[in-house]
């Protein structure tokens, strides 16, 4: 089984910075293409940003530019988010899979089998 923990999320102004930050753990812990995901009250989960074994990296057309997804050598997987907008506004889980994922496909939820219960972003006026 397969524990995924998000941290680092908060209240922040318009144009601020966050750095939410997720870790695994678990006898069944593979990682091969992660992903951030974002949902806000009364809208579907979205794909926000997602990055595969070779680093290979795909963003939503709205956050490019502004958010930087990486993972370091002990697959933490973290969502540098800069000029965050009242819009960022969400709940922000990072997802795993153990499979390879075709990048058209990685911001795809249906494409993940482990999932965070979330962490809250707040971007105020």
């Known amino acids: 089984q397969v524990q995924l923990v998000e941290s680092g999320g908060g209240s922040v102004q318009a144009g601020g910075s966050l750095r939410p930050s997720c870790s695994g753990s678990?006898?069944?812990?593979?990682?091969?293409?992660m992903a951030w995901f974002r949902q806000a009250p009364g809208k579907e989960r979205e794909g926000v940003a997602a990055?595969?074994?070779?680093?290979?990296t795909k963003e939503l057309d709205s956050v490019k530019g502004r958010f930087t997804i990486s993972k370091d050598s002990k697959n933490t997987l973290y969502l540098q988010m800069n000029d965050l907008k009242p819009e960022d506004t969400a709940m922000y889980y990072c997802?795993?899979?153990?499979?390879?994922?075709?990048?058209?496909?990685?911001?795809?939820?249906?494409?993940?089998?482990?999932w965070g219960q979330g962490t809250q972003v707040t971007v105020s006026s």
């Open positions: 990055i595969d074994s070779d680093g290979i």
């Open positions: 997802a795993t899979t153990s499979e390879w994922v075709n990048w058209l496909r990685m911001l795809r939820a249906s494409m993940y089998t482990s």
């Open positions: 678990g006898s069944s812990y593979r990682t091969d293409t």
